[in-house]
């Protein structure tokens, strides 16, 4: 059973490079979310995906991008990368999201990334 | 619009003695409201949910929330703690259909 997994678990970038963090979850949820979580301000909600082909902006979209091609894949695309940008992420999956507020949410094991 | 306070960043509890981590929400209308754990290194899972079915919810792990109206609260607890529940916990709230999360608690056991 794998549910969800994301790659790569760590990375060091250089400022100004662009990075891309995969995420796939293998439960067939139509909800897909990325979070980034810093000491101190708990998890914030990146952008989102209530289903294939749809996507959303959460608290803290700037400086990132998402794609939704299908049920699977919710990649995460740092188009150039600043300092600020270090942090970890984590990619979540829910069974309908929006249609049911009460959905559990599914997480991965994260994304360390470290940007200089 | 809904959001969620935990007070106290850091909470110590001896093994065996009640674990008690504060949840208080604002919210307009009856919320649902979540408690998620965090282990060291890895992912958050979910622990229980308040969905208006009952007041007091039992979750895994030995943990159980009450939720009260009164009071805004959704506080956490555990009768007897032990070395495993050492872990970060999230209270969150459902808002606009997303999961806003509060800044988390870090309980520490000590034996």
């Known amino acids: 059973i794998a549910g969800i997994t994301q790659a790569p678990t760590s990375q060091i970038l250089a400022a100004g490079r662009r990075m891309t963090l995969r995420c796939t979850q293998d439960?067939?949820?139509?909800?897909m979310y990325w979070y980034r979580q810093d000491l101190g301000l708990g998890l914030r909600l990146i952008h989102y995906?209530?289903?294939?082909?749809?996507?959303g902006k959460g608290e803290v979209p700037d400086g990132y991008s998402v794609s939704r091609a299908n049920t699977d894949d919710f990649p995460l695309t740092l188009a150039s990368a600043v300092p600020s940008q270090t942090s970890v992420y984590f990619c979540?999956?829910?069974?309908?999201?929006?249609?049911?507020?009460?959905?559990?949410?599914?997480f991965g094991p994260g994304t360390r990334l470290t940007v200089l | 619009a809904q959001s969620v306070t935990q007070l106290g960043s850091h909470v110590s509890v001896s093994e065996g003695a009640l674990v008690l981590l504060r949840c208080n929400y604002s919210s307009s209308v009856p919320p649902y409201l979540f408690w998620y754990v965090q282990y060291p290194n890895q992912g958050l899972q979910l622990l229980l949910k308040y969905t208006s079915a009952a007041t007091l919810v039992k979750g895994i792990n030995g943990f159980e929330a009450e939720f009260k109206k009164s009071e805004t609260s959704f506080h956490l607890t555990k009768p007897s703690a032990h070395m495993s529940d050492a872990a970060e916990y999230f209270c969150?709230?459902?808002?606009?259909?997303?999961?806003?999360f509060g800044k988390g608690t870090r309980l520490h056991i000590l034996p």
């Open positions: 969150a709230v459902n808002r606009d259909d997303k999961i806003i």
């Open positions: 995906s209530n289903t294939a082909g749809t996507t």
């Open positions: 979540a999956s829910s069974r309908s999201g929006g249609a049911t507020p009460t959905d559990t949410q599914y």
């Open positions: 439960m067939r949820h139509n909800a």
